[in-house]
């Protein structure tokens, strides 16, 4: 069963002794982030906050603060109900085998799956928990405990907010993650990274205008399945609480927001409405990201609060990022798995990919081809930058199908052995992360693919390909039969 809401998932936590409560009081402000910068790499338990206070505000927080849910692969798969994360990526390739039914028989025999299906869709209801208390007046920010994580950081921010927006254009609804700089009780910034959903409604806003104001809402803690869904690269045409449906096989509930013309979880534990203003671009920053460095101030758009819904006793779900490996990393990993197949329906020649945690998602994907022609690396580099999901990878190393993606020593070993610099090294220019600070000009620079294949004569390699060394496998059984007596 699906769970309902984020306490579910942490009652879930606290029973597998996934979950440790701090009941002595803990500062937002660097505090808490150094305490699970601390747990998260060494691979410990999530952490509920009980007592959460700021000592420069003189405030106690009466709602507590849950980090580290996702911090290990066991409690992301523990957050989709699986055993294992190939189950979900499973169930995605066996909806992309799905073909329409020929006869009769084949139709009777699809109802199942379509049922299924039909089940994923969003529901809308009249009231849910997210509507059990109601501010309209006296709005205030300040009575979350909003964490400032890193000394540089240029304030207090909301890090794992599920940012609800509709297309002006197409009315298409787009749920993204984006970080949130507290500015006064009532203002926040909204970091709508250029390539991002979020910001291209913003920018057909404009370039009609239409209007100077875009209806936000956001969403802080629901079921885990449909957090994660926020920060997934899907296609722009797919509802992202659809997909939550698919992920949690239940349909996610909405209920209509108070003050603004949007729909939000109906089980989030606080909901903020309010809107955007074109009018209104502030400087946000320094934060220190995911890369390990502080992404630099720069201009966006301010989020005005209009109303606050929640829970009578919510839990305020946040995360830190920085220096990897950190909770992030396997929210990443979730979507490198969960993902593979949807590539792999693009590039059949696609055997495994792995994007490591020091890689920080954008800056190195590994991934390992069946090479059928002369040039296949390259067409497969090509193919992968053009992803809507991969195309900000600044480091695109291909190996051959034989070859261990996830083996750090494979890798560097077969890498370093299989490349001519000058002819396996690949350049391009194209659109980078707007949190790529060593590009020449922001949100533009340059990418390199390494064409780490075996290389053919029909690719102009005249010269014989040396085997592997390997022993031959009669000694070492016979190597096998006596090492017990060898007593090493």
């Known amino acids: 069963m699906a769970y309902q809401n984020l306490q579910e998932f942490v009652t879930r936590l606290d029973r597998d002794h996934e979950l440790r409560r701090i009941a002595i009081p803990v500062d937002v402000d660097l505090e808490i982030a150094e305490i699970t910068d601390r747990v998260s790499k060494s691979g410990g338990p999530a952490l509920l906050f009980e007592k959460p206070r700021s000592r420069k505000d003189k405030a106690d927080y009466q709602i507590p603060l849950l980090i580290n849910s996702l911090g290990t692969k066991k409690r992301v798969e523990a957050a989709l109900g699986v055993d294992n994360l190939e189950d979900v990526a499973r169930r995605i390739q066996n909806l992309l085998e799905l073909k329409p039914p020929g006869g009769l028989l084949d139709k009777v025999r699809m109802l199942p799956q379509l049922a299924e299906l039909s089940s994923f869709f969003p529901k809308s209801v009249k009231d849910g928990p ?256 053009g992803l809507p999901g991969a195309m900000f990878t600044k480091c695109l190393v291909v190996v051959d199908h034989d070859v261990d993606v996830h083996n750090p020593r494979e890798i560097v070993w077969k890498v370093l052995n299989h490349i001519d610099p000058e002819r396996d090294i690949q350049f391009m220019l194209g659109p980078v992360d707007q949190l790529e600070h060593a590009s020449r000009l922001p949100n533009f620079g340059s990418k390199m693919g390494v064409d780490a294949t075996r290389k053919w004569r029909d690719e102009g390699f005249a010269r014989p390909w040396p085997d592997e060394i390997r022993m031959d496998a009669e000694t070492k059984k016979r190597v096998n039969e006596m090492w017990k007596a060898l007593a090493l």
Request: hydrophobic share 40%; charged share 25%; glycine share 8%.
């Open 130 to 385: 997210a509507k059990e208390i109601i501010e309209r007046e006296n709005l205030s920010l300040f009575s979350l405990p909003i964490m400032k994580c890193w000394p540089q950081d240029g304030g207090r921010f909301i890090t794992l907010p599920m940012v609800i927006t509709r297309s002006p254009r197409t009315g298409r609804r787009n749920v993204g993650c984006y970080r949130m700089q507290v500015f006064d009780e009532r203002t926040t910034a909204m970091h709508w990274q250029i390539h991002k959903g979020g910001a291209e409604h913003f920018r057909w806003l404009d370039r009609q205008g239409i209007g100077r104001r875009m209806d936000v809402a956001v969403a802080l803690g629901a079921d885990p399945a449909t957090m994660l869904s926020a920060i997934f690269p899907l296609p722009e045409d797919v509802d992202e609480f659809m997909f939550a449906g698919f992920l949690r096989k239940s349909a996610v509930e909405l209920v209509k927001c108070e003050t603004i013309d949007l729909e939000v979880p109906a089980n989030a534990e606080i909901v903020l409405e309010g809107y955007a203003d074109l009018d209104d671009l502030r400087t946000e920053g320094p934060f220190g990201d995911h890369t390990g460095y502080y992404s630099l101030p720069d201009k966006f758009p301010a989020f005005h609060l209009t109303c606050i819904t929640r829970r009578k006793n919510p839990i305020f779900v946040s995360t830190i990022v920085g220096p990897p490996p950190m909770e992030d990393y396997w929210m990443g990993h979730a979507v490198e798995r969960i993902f593979l197949p949807l590539m792999r329906a693009q590039l059949p020649e696609l055997v495994e990919m792995h994007m490591p945690a020091e890689g920080v998602f954008h800056n190195l994907m590994i991934v390992a081809i069946r090479k059928s022609y002369p040039g296949h690396a390259r067409k497969v580099m090509n193919a992968i930058w």
